[in-house]
């Protein structure tokens, strides 16, 4: 049973920064992405970065140049890291795992996900 919990959400103001981690646990798998998705309401859930196996990494445009996804591949965690946020970024950002070799941006490319952490930005 794959698990993915996400943490590190919260309330900042335009300009700041916040870390979300993914800690996965029931996943083996050799070959696999991670991935960050976001929702704000009345939205669709849109990808905002993946990184796979070997640590290849893609990035929304909108996140281009601010965020930054890692991860700690023996601890089976996840991370990103946001700077420069703007009001714009409020939204639910969910954690999301996949067994494949190329990640994809889209949420039907992946088949595990965590509940979400809620990241709100002020002006």
């Known amino acids: 049973q794959v698990q993915l919990v996400e943490s590190g959400g919260g309330s900042v103001q335009s300009g700041g920064s916040l870390r979300l981690s993914c800690a996965a646990s029931?996943?083996?798998?050799?070959?696999?992405?991670m991935g960050w998705f976001r929702q704000a309401p009345g939205k669709e859930r849109e990808g905002v970065a993946s990184?796979?196996?070997?640590?290849?990494?893609t990035y929304a445009d909108s996140v281009k140049g601010r965020f930054t996804i890692s991860q700690d591949s023996a601890k089976n965690t996840a991370f990103l890291q946001m700077n420069m946020l703007r009001p714009e970024d409020t939204a639910m950002y969910y954690c999301?795992?996949?067994?494949?070799?190329?990640?994809?941006?889209?949420?039907?490319?992946?088949?595990?996900w965590g509940q979400g952490t809620q990241v709100t930005v002020s002006s």
């Open positions: 999301a795992a996949d067994r494949r070799i190329l990640c994809g941006s889209r949420p039907g490319d992946y088949d595990y």
């Open positions: 029931g996943y083996t798998y050799s070959n696999y992405c």
């Open positions: 990184i796979d196996s070997a640590g290849r990494t």
